[in-house]
């Protein structure tokens, strides 16, 4: 295929018009056009008085060589997974997120018959177990937010978005489309499918895994794992007080990065881990018409999707404060998954039209932070602050809020202005001050103020801080080698739990790469 790159477009047109503008423009004849497609569509709104879309279009033409000045599209295949003709054992994957799918995928669509187990439900009575607790405030701290089928970037703004550079990607893409994702998530420049589309995609992951020989253990608890020889040999799980042992030599951990007692009871086992940096705060909230304003201006007539932005600043104490898991149009979610704790987290839904824009706003923490050299520091850091916001915000599951303008000034908040707090079940009026480690309040008091300079009305004085976010990655890394095992064989660490992943995208493309390294590194090593 060729490709016509910086298609301008300025006005609102229909896919069919864009690529009739850019064929005339680079003199194509429609009748020798096979097929096409749009391979990215991003805006421009760095100049407010020249809004506009950007497009790149792939086409398959009849001679491509009338077209020489056109680049031409390689196209990455999938390696097919060389299974092991003496497989005595299925593989088993633990955990359900997007690295646990995805190498359950990859192993069913290569023959291979893997055992699911997952310590939440499945998606459809996750989603009542949390739309309950957002209700009353009653946590089940085995299905949540965290835990589940589908992982924690179910509940939140299904991102796609990613810094890795890897040909995977785009399988990613193509299998979410096939599951029931929008077509268009394949070539937005920042592409997000939103939780109520992915909750029936996961189900119909489940559903396809399962047609091809997969099985699935909703609501076990991996508990403890056999290890003969250096080697794995099983796993024990429970479910519903009843233990069993699930014999296997290729063990997946996909376990996410809040599986805390998972992480314990590795260690004790003797899996090699470390502390690793990770970073806390708290999540911002703003009108989301302010954010549009901000980004777009008042004087384009495009019809433009909610704004987003992405923001980053250095301190002159070595510490970095920046926005994450940005959420145009969106609340800020309930994420604790153990007793007297608040976590939150950010969700939209796929039109992402709520009234609030909200963003996770965070400062790093490293192993240096923490009061002990053991590789669990950090959860115990985490878990620390986790419980004291649960006590500031009244010990009932409703979180402590405060306006920016407050937190600046180091006070109480007393009343809302304009915006208001999205979090369920409840609110309490705070000073978050009061919670967060100096060095991290500093720094997000001199990140909010460096923020404005760049995104006009960061800093106003009604937007909402809502304490705390914690959980924006895993606090630990399971060690693997190059081949992906760790210090005991047949394990395979994998995703964001085991430090490998920093979302739904890269988890997912790591959930891959150790479904095929299973079979093609432990039986069939690269020369």
């Given at each position: 295929?060729?490709?016509i790159?910086?298609?301008?477009?300025r006005?609102n047109?229909?896919?069919?018009e864009?690529?009739?503008d850019?064929?005339?423009?680079?003199?194509?004849k429609?009748?020798?056009?096979?097929?096409?497609?749009?391979?990215?569509?991003s805006?421009?709104?760095r100049?407010?008085?020249?809004?506009?879309y950007?497009?790149?279009?792939?086409?398959?033409?009849?001679?491509?060589?009338?077209y020489?000045k056109?680049?031409k599209?390689?196209?990455?295949?999938?390696p097919?997974i060389?299974?092991?003709?003496?497989?005595t054992?299925?593989p088993?994957i633990?955990?359900?997120g997007?690295a646990?799918l995805f190498?359950?995928?990859t192993l069913?669509q290569?023959?291979i018959k893997?055992?699911?187990?997952?310590?939440g439900?499945?998606?459809?009575?996750?989603?009542?177990?949390?739309?309950?607790?957002?209700?009353?405030?009653?946590?089940?701290?085995s299905s949540?937010v965290?835990?589940?089928?589908?992982?924690?970037?179910?509940?939140?703004?299904?991102?796609?978005?990613?810094?890795i550079n890897?040909p995977?990607?785009?399988k990613?893409?193509e299998?979410f489309v096939?599951?029931?994702?929008?077509?268009q998530?394949?070539?937005?420049s920042k592409?997000?499918i939103?939780?109520?589309y992915?909750i029936?995609?996961?189900?119909n992951?489940?559903?396809?895994?399962k047609a091809?020989?997969?099985?699935?253990?909703f609501?076990?608890?991996v508990v403890d794992f056999?290890i003969?020889?250096h080697?794995?040999?099983g796993?024990y799980t429970?479910?519903?007080?009843?233990?069993?042992?699930f014999q296997?030599?290729?063990?997946?951990?996909?376990?996410?990065?809040s599986?805390?007692d998972?992480?314990e009871?590795l260690?004790q086992?003797?899996?090699?881990m470390?502390?690793?940096?990770f970073?806390?705060?708290?999540?911002?909230e703003?009108?989301?018409?302010w954010?549009?304003?901000?980004?777009?201006?008042?004087i384009?007539?495009l019809?433009?999707?909610?704004?987003?932005?992405?923001?980053?600043?250095?301190?002159?104490?070595?510490?970095?404060?920046?926005?994450?898991?940005?959420?145009?149009?969106g609340?800020?979610m309930?994420?604790s998954?153990?007793a007297n704790?608040?976590?939150?987290n950010g969700?939209?839904n796929?039109l992402?039209d709520?009234?609030?824009?909200?963003?996770a706003?965070?400062v790093?923490i490293?192993?240096?932070?923490?009061?002990s050299?053991s590789?669990?520091?950090?959860?115990?850091?985490?878990?620390?602050?986790?419980?004291k916001?649960f006590?500031l915000?009244g010990s009932?599951?409703?979180?402590?809020?405060?306006r920016?303008?407050d937190f600046?000034?180091?006070?109480k908040?007393q009343?809302?202005g304009?915006?208001k707090p999205?979090?369920?079940p409840?609110?309490?009026?705070?000073?978050l001050?009061?919670i967060?480690p100096?060095?991290v309040?500093?720094?997000?008091?001199?990140?909010?103020?460096?923020?404005d300079?760049k995104l006009?009305g960061?800093?106003?004085?009604?937007?909402?801080?809502?304490?705390?976010?914690?959980?924006s990655s895993?606090?630990v890394?399971?060690?693997?080698?190059?081949k992906?095992i760790?210090?005991?064989?047949?394990?395979y660490?994998c995703?964001?739990?085991a430090?490998?992943?920093g979302?739904?995208?890269?988890?997912?493309?790591?959930?891959?790469k150790?479904?095929?390294?299973t079979?093609l590194f432990?039986?069939?090593p690269?020369?």
């Amino acid at each position: 295929m060729i490709r016509i790159n910086n298609i301008k477009i300025r006005k609102n047109l229909s896919d069919n018009e864009v690529l009739e503008d850019a064929i005339k423009k680079h003199g194509i004849k429609k009748d020798d056009i096979l097929n096409w497609h749009i391979s990215r569509k991003s805006i421009d709104a760095r100049k407010k008085d020249d809004v506009h879309y950007n497009y790149s279009i792939d086409l398959a033409v009849k001679n491509e060589n009338k077209y020489k000045k056109l680049p031409k599209i390689k196209t990455f295949e999938i390696p097919t997974i060389k299974i092991q003709k003496n497989l005595t054992t299925r593989p088993i994957i633990v955990g359900a997120g997007p690295a646990g799918l995805f190498a359950a995928l990859t192993l069913v669509q290569n023959g291979i018959k893997p055992i699911i187990i997952e310590q939440g439900q499945s998606v459809e009575k996750r989603k009542q177990e949390v739309d309950n607790f957002l209700k009353t405030g009653q946590l089940n701290p085995s299905s949540n937010v965290q835990f589940g089928e589908g992982g924690a970037g179910t509940f939140s703004d299904g991102k796609l978005t990613t810094g890795i550079n890897s040909p995977y990607c785009q399988k990613v893409l193509e299998e979410f489309v096939h599951f029931g994702a929008p077509k268009q998530i394949l070539y937005l420049s920042k592409p997000h499918i939103g939780t109520d589309y992915l909750i029936n995609i996961i189900k119909n992951m489940r559903e396809y895994i399962k047609a091809k020989g997969g099985s699935f253990h909703f609501n076990t608890k991996v508990v403890d794992f056999e290890i003969t020889n250096h080697h794995i040999s099983g796993v024990y799980t429970v479910h519903n007080q009843a233990k069993e042992l699930f014999q296997t030599d290729h063990v997946i951990l996909a376990i996410g990065h809040s599986s805390r007692d998972t992480f314990e009871t590795l260690y004790q086992k003797g899996i090699a881990m470390e502390a690793k940096n990770f970073s806390v705060g708290v999540r911002i909230e703003h009108l989301q018409k302010w954010i549009n304003q901000a980004q777009y201006g008042t004087i384009t007539k495009l019809n433009l999707p909610p704004a987003e932005y992405k923001l980053a600043y250095h301190a002159d104490n070595g510490r970095s404060c920046y926005t994450f898991c940005m959420c145009p149009g969106g609340v800020v979610m309930a994420s604790s998954s153990e007793a007297n704790t608040i976590v939150t987290n950010g969700m939209s839904n796929f039109l992402r039209d709520g009234q609030n824009a909200n963003s996770a706003l965070l400062v790093n923490i490293t192993p240096e932070d923490f009061d002990s050299n053991s590789p669990l520091a950090g959860i115990y850091f985490q878990k620390n602050l986790e419980e004291k916001a649960f006590i500031l915000g009244g010990s009932n599951y409703f979180a402590p809020v405060q306006r920016v303008e407050d937190f600046l000034r180091n006070q109480k908040t007393q009343q809302i202005g304009e915006v208001k707090p999205s979090y369920q079940p409840g609110f309490t009026f705070a000073n978050l001050n009061e919670i967060l480690p100096k060095f991290v309040s500093d720094t997000l008091k001199q990140g909010i103020q460096f923020f404005d300079t760049k995104l006009s009305g960061f800093a106003n004085p009604d937007s909402i801080l809502t304490g705390l976010e914690t959980r924006s990655s895993s606090p630990v890394k399971i060690l693997r080698n190059e081949k992906l095992i760790s210090n005991i064989s047949g394990i395979y660490p994998c995703g964001e739990g085991a430090g490998y992943a920093g979302g739904i995208m890269s988890a997912a493309v790591d959930g891959i790469k150790c479904a095929m390294g299973t079979f093609l590194f432990a039986h069939n090593p690269p020369a």
